[in-house]
């Protein structure tokens, strides 16, 4: 069985607002990078439709305040 941490993989303690944002860009951004989906919202196992809408999913969100997110369409 492989290792879940490998070297270029480590986890910090996010302090900053604009962090968390960055960090969830990327977390939501991820299925549409890879192909997978074309936007954030189709992609089922994502947090992406609470912070954005405040629609609740299968992915829980134990957090009272949403993220500030930016949603852009692209053309």
């Not at 480590?10 to 860009?25: A, M, P, S």
């Not at 134990?62 to 930016?70: G, I, T």
Request: overall charge positive; glycine content about 6%.
């Amino acid at each position: 069985m492989g290792h879940a941490w490998q070297r270029r993989f480590y986890d910090f303690v996010v302090y900053t607002e604009k962090k968390r944002v960055e960090k969830l860009r990327y977390m939501h951004r991820n299925p549409v990078q890879r192909g997978l989906v074309l936007e954030p919202e189709q992609w089922l196992w994502s947090s992406f439709r609470h912070y954005a809408y405040g629609e609740r999913g299968p992915v829980l969100v134990n957090e009272a305040r949403k993220a500030e997110l930016h949603i852009r369409k692209i053309s």
